[in-house]
């Protein structure tokens, strides 16, 4: 059957393919799938992925044979040369790589059979290329940041849609640090207001202001670090590690409060 | 009253003892048998290994530690059970060899109620000729599984860094050191801080550098890849490994089995069967892991070893051992309460449990040599069910033979690697990269097993300050200190 291709902005060109580990008909039915869909658009060369099927399946087209190749690997490379590259996911963009110029592969056949071979040149590119798709990449994640750069501008959503919606993992305590950024972040603007006024009560009261919003930082920077340490214990796993952001966030914030007072008294200060 | 043996003080017998203690108070006795005097924070060791931390800032003594916890504490190792005693010994009891508190080479038995075998991995440099002698390093290459091996690491690198200084060139080879190596992230580790400190000592010009692995891809550190959230999207450990390589001009190999090691050589075998040979002047080759060779026997003295271990020496626990090929692997292999399916007062955690099977894909050569990582059960999962296992031990005591076993399949538990680069507060560089579940549930999650959605977010400031503060932390709960508890696994 022939199946749309992948096209941009569809963010499942991010997903990572699993590994085939059932050599049956359903095996068949992914092939025969890319097999048409790369027919019907005159491809060379395509990956499940490419397609929307999340496994490790790509096909290439040898003279008037297809020819799949199940959970490929590249165990060694030598060489490196640059040569433009296209992609059907981004329409109309062509970028030049840099690729290995030998690799040696693992792939395993329709039947399941390990396969060996060394490669290289077009051949070697090629597989390079379509190995990508399995691990949620295309070739932008190959090129310089500056190439990367410039794309991402031409693009009129930009390379990265952003996938935010789909991270099941939203903390909370954000929210709390936002709080106190704020609070903080006024008070660095109010360091500004001296420079323009020489007004007395008027500086009072901005020194009464930096005062209380100093003083406010305090119970919501606890405030942040109390809840953060209960939000981080919820999770099974990896609670340590959010402990640790926590209290380099914490101590970031301390800092930050440390200089700000110094300043306020300092500077503000009538 | 109840007595629990602990066998083994690392990360997960740490763990299980401290919480024990402190849920059975003074009615009960722990007892912990370690062969070593000190405490090791084990993820430390790499910036031992390249001089950034003396090894006396990544240990503490152990005695008042446990003397503070109530802890009988014998500094001895482990030699064999006897789960339903002896001809004449009732009870069932471990018999342990002491290795210090001046009584070294004297045997003892000790009775339990409960044992919890944490003994961790033996090193095993023997499966490699010229890796070592059985469990002790060789002569050719180094290592950083101990913090005596780190401490001598560093001074090797120090002695190529001084030959670089002088104009000869060096070869540094990091990776594993046999095809059925495990631990490729501490290798990892130490590959991007030795280019660091390489290239902080002006002499980067000097050095290759290659990485040399088992794994199937770069990338794939025995779990079948990890991944980590960049600006907004999900990366592949794969594709992120690959460029980090690229850019710190590291080269790399995978699918490797180190077959002999020789001085300033090894020779390889790839899973396509081929051979060849790798020079070096610097290798750092991490060995394989196996079990500590703990001897079983039944009432009437016959060996009883094999009921009770796996042919790996880990010990067998509530896993499917019989899961067979890849195809029918199952996250309900894996185990959830770590007790002996023979003996029900005994349960394994940490590394010494038997894993059902490996976590990446199978793979082998043509030859038949199985070139695959085998499943990491290191850090964050070991303290986990370091932890259950001890609740579980608790409670059978304080509640009774009928009480609920607490469980953690690390089929359930996700991982996350804060992966470092350099420790420099300012210089340094590091990724956290995020895996859940660790073992891929294939049923819940078609096609890759895993919720590649799942990350904990972006690590928001420099993932290497996180190191530092996980070291001070783990340091700070192992020892006790106010408010240990606090601190997660």
Not at chain 2, 177 to 204: D, L
Not at chain 2, 307 to 316: D, E
Not at chain 2, 428 to 434: H, K, L, N, S, V
Request: net charge negative; charged share 20%.
């Amino acid at each position: 059957m022939v199946l749309e291709l992948l096209k941009y902005p569809d963010e499942r060109i991010r997903l990572i393919s699993g590994n085939i580990r059932f050599f049956d008909a359903s095996l068949q039915n992914i092939i025969t799938d890319i097999v048409d869909t790369m027919k019907a658009n005159e491809l060379e060369a395509l990956s499940a992925m490419q397609i929307g099927i999340q496994y490790a399946v790509v096909v290439i087209k040898h003279g008037e044979a297809y020819k799949p190749y199940i959970n490929l690997r590249i165990m060694g490379k030598s060489g490196e040369i640059i040569e433009t590259e296209r992609t059907p996911y981004y329409e109309n963009i062509s970028v030049d790589v840099p690729r290995h110029d030998k690799i040696k592969i693992f792939y395993e056949n329709e039947k399941g059979e390990a396969q060996y071979a060394d490669l290289e040149g077009a051949f070697s590119r090629v597989i390079q290329h379509q190995l990508d798709y399995n691990y949620g990449s295309t070739f932008v994640d190959r090129i310089d940041k500056e190439t990367k750069r410039r794309i991402d501008e031409h693009l009129p959503e930009g390379l990265v849609s952003s996938s935010n919606s789909s991270c099941p993992t939203i903390f909370y305590r954000d929210y709390i640090k936002r709080a106190y950024k704020y609070v903080m972040l006024a008070v660095w603007f109010s360091f500004l207001l001296p420079f323009f006024t020489e007004d007395a009560t008027l500086l009072a009261n901005l020194f009464l202001f930096d005062k209380i919003a100093l003083a406010l930082v305090v119970p919501i920077v606890i405030a942040y670090a109390v809840y953060a340490y209960y939000e981080s214990v919820q999770y099974k796993q990896c609670t340590s590690c959010q402990l640790g952001n926590v209290m380099g966030t914490v101590a970031y914030a301390v800092v930050q409060w440390l200089i700000l007072t110094v300043v306020t008294f300092l500077w503000v200060s009538p | 009253m109840a007595r629990v043996v602990i066998l083994g003080g690392g990360v997960s017998g740490h763990t299980a003892a401290t919480f024990a203690a402190k849920w059975l108070g003074n009615s009960h006795e722990v007892v912990v048998v370690t062969p070593n005097a000190k405490w090791n924070w084990i993820p430390s060791n790499i910036w031992v290994g390249v001089g950034q931390m003396s090894k006396e800032e990544v240990t503490f003594d152990l005695d008042p530690v446990y003397k503070k916890a109530g802890i009988t504490y014998k500094q001895a190792k482990a030699v064999s059970l006897n789960p339903e005693g002896s001809a004449n010994e009732t009870q069932p009891f471990v018999t342990i060899e002491y290795t210090g508190q001046g009584k070294e080479g004297e045997s003892e038995e000790v009775t339990y109620d409960y044992v919890i075998n944490a003994t961790g991995p033996k090193l095993n440099f023997g499966a490699t000729p010229g890796l070592g002698e059985g469990s002790q390093l060789g002569e050719h290459t180094v290592s950083v599984c101990t913090a005596d091996h780190a401490e001598h690491a560093s001074h090797k690198l120090q002695e190529s860094i001084e030959k670089m200084k002088k104009g000869e060139r060096q070869k540094f080879l990091i990776g594993t050191g046999h095809g059925m190596c495990t631990c490729q992230g501490a290798a990892f580790e130490y590959i991007f801080n030795v280019e660091h400190e390489i290239k902080k000592a002006g002499v980067r010009d000097m050095a290759d550098m290659k990485w040399i692995s088992n794994e199937s891809f770069l990338g794939d550190f025995g779990m079948g890849g990890l991944h980590m959230k960049v600006g907004g999207y999900v990366v592949s450990s794969k594709i992120f490994s690959e460029s980090l390589y690229a850019e710190r001009g590291v080269d790399w190999m995978v699918g490797a089995h180190v077959s002999k090691v020789e001085a300033g050589s090894i020779d390889y075998e790839l899973l396509d069967g081929s051979t060849g040979t790798e020079n070096f002047d610097f290798a750092m080759l991490i060995p394989p892991f196996a079990g500590v060779g703990l001897k079983a026997y039944g009432k009437d003295g016959a060996d009883i070893t094999a009921t009770i271990f796996a042919p790996n020496g880990f010990m067998k626990v509530d896993a499917n051992y019989a899961a067979g090929t890849y195809e029918n692997w199952k996250a309900s292999d894996w185990p959830r309460t770590y007790q002996n399916p023979s003996y029900s007062n005994m349960f394994a955690c940490g590394i010494a449990f038997a894993p059902p099977h490996i976590i990446s894909k199978p793979m082998s050569s043509p030859n038949g040599t199985p070139i695959n990582p085998t499943p990491p059960r290191t850090g964050m999962p070991s303290g986990i069910i370091g932890k259950a296992v001890a609740h579980s031990v608790c409670d059978l005591i304080t509640k009774g033979e009928g009480a609920h076993l607490h469980e953690a399949s690390m089929a359930e538990m996700g991982a996350a690697c804060v992966a470092s680069a350099g420790k420099g507060l300012t210089t340094g560089t590091a990724a956290a990269m995020t895996v859940f579940p660790v073992v891929p549930d294939f049923e819940k999650y078609p096609g890759t097993g895993r919720d590649t959605d799942y990350t904990f977010g972006e690590i928001g400031l420099a993932g290497h300050w996180i190191k530092h503060i996980l070291h001070h932390l783990f340091m700070y709960k192992a020892q006790l200190k106010p408010g240990w508890t606090l601190v997660p696994e």
